[in-house]
């Protein structure tokens, strides 16, 4: 059962384009175009995937130090992009590209950049992590919806002065859902921003709507709601609190409002949930 749409109304469409040249959600890179365009044959063949990314020297670089870390358990280190495809599998190399395509295309602060790409990473490879150890959630989905969860806020950032001091209030609160305070003060929020950069940039129909209700914990007891949306809700559950442990805080406000929830469907146990945040946590200390 897939997830049911809001029911549209005759300007939707209109607000919804005001919404995005007022956001500036960047264009879908033509990498990524080329790339998608590949991938939607019947066989896709690496060696054409491989010289597509190959037209980027920068690109093709990045590409195989990501998929010879230690985090996507390659048997063996790839020499060259075709060997990273054919070692990894086209979908998880498409992935892990489409990531360093979104961190070229998003603007704004070095700094604040850098930190939020480092934040990012570390939690497309958290519940990258999970989803292997519960066997749910295909690794390169997994991996996008990781690291695209967040993208709204940079897009936030740009538009609005005041945006920091909303997200970190937001993060403050213990009690209501992260995005109405964004709501209340800009009309939308970072979950839907970022639902509408996936959608626009043909990503996975479950990445998108997963980052529409990453902050809405009651869609993991929806029955309405597709499994699949609600298990990468509850790996982003996971890989938060997971994250807040590796910097040494152990308390997350968003795990504590959705722990159960995601736990529950999960069909985790206390002592389960327990052990596998501890193997999360060694886990992301061996790939510091």
Known sequence: MTPVAPHAQPDDHAVEDALIRSIRIPPRPSLLVD??????????????????????????????KLANS????????????????????????????????????????????????????RRAQAVVFCSRKL??????IAHTFGLFCDIGVPLLMNRFADYAQTYNEACDDHINPFTQLEDQRYQTNHASIGCLLARNWGLSPDVSWAILHHH???????????????????????????????????????????????????????????????ELNEALHTER
């Not at 029955?223 to 809700?233: E, F, H, N, Y």
Request: aromatic fraction near 6%; charged fraction near 25%.
């Open 35 to 64: 790339l998608q365009r590949e991938l939607a044959q019947p066989d896709p063949s690496p060696r054409r995937i491989a010289r597509i990314i190959g037209n980027d020297v920068g690109m093709s670089g990045a590409l195989l």
């Open 70 to 121: 230690p985090f996507f358990g390659a048997a063996r280190k790839a020499k060259s992009v075709e060997q990273a495809i054919n070692f990894l599998g086209i979908s998880q190399c498409a992935a892990l590209l489409t990531g360093l395509l979104a961190r070229q295309a998003i603007e704004g602060k070095e700094a604040d950049l850098n930190a939020f790409w480092e934040i990012s990473a």
């Open 135 to 140: 066997r749910i959630a295909p690794p390169d």
């Open 216 to 278: 809405d914990y009651s869609v993991l007891e929806d029955p309405a709601t597709d499994d699949a949306i609600r298990s990468l809700v509850s790996l982003a559950l996971l890989a938060e609190q997971g994250i807040q442990r590796f910097h040494g805080r152990r308390m997350s406000y968003e795990w504590e409002k959705g722990r159960d929830f995601a736990c529950r469907h999960l069909g985790l146990t206390e002592d389960e949930t327990a052990d596998l945040l501890e």
